[in-house]
């Protein structure tokens, strides 16, 4: 786990790589896992003008797809400054101004940020998780965050490769409900079958 101003060094590496042959940088979990995301929320028939939030967007390549499959009203967010600065260069790169992007930090979110239809986290809750300062206080504070951004009966669907399902369950359990878990590349360990990466969808109650 990084602390914050690894993450901002990190973003700002991926900056510069960007500013110099135009590489976005590293998709988390990988193509398939924004694959998966895009086509649960075509299966489920979610129309495309509704408002997603991508939470720790990063370089915002994953809402850069999202509008290139037809939806409108997508918003990013992430703590490091540097973060948002690349996602604009990519957004502007690809011509996609419809996307908002803002430096937020999602443990204490603005008051405007709420009403949203999808949540979508990919490996941010992982981090936070992963702080070595009250781990635990603040996956408390990201559910809470989490039902005041999301409407009632909006959608949140997480990617994580530090939890198992029943730990995810458990960690959401006040206030959601789980729809489904998505397909992820199995392993095998020592003649043992398992998951590197979780991936469910939580419908908020």
Known sequence: FLPNSSWDAAYERELQTFQDIGDAGEIWFGEESMVRIIRWLEKQKVPLDSSVLDIGTGNGVLLIELAKS?????????????????????????????????????????????????????????????????AEGKRKQYVRSLCSVLKPEGFFLITSCNWTKEELLNEFREGFEILEELPTPKFCFGGRIGNSVTALVFQRK
Not at 85 to 106: A, P
Not at 108 to 132: M, R, V
């Open 70 to 134: 037809g939806y409108m009203n997508l918003t990013g967010i992430d703590y490091s400054p540097s973060a948002i600065q690349l996602s604009e260069k990519v957004r502007e790169k690809e011509g996609m101004s419809n996307i908002k992007l803002k430096v937020e930090d999602f443990l204490a979110p603005s008051a405007e940020l709420s009403g949203f239809e999808i949540c979508i986290d990919k490996g941010t809750f992982d981090a936070i998780s992963l702080n070595p300062d009250n």
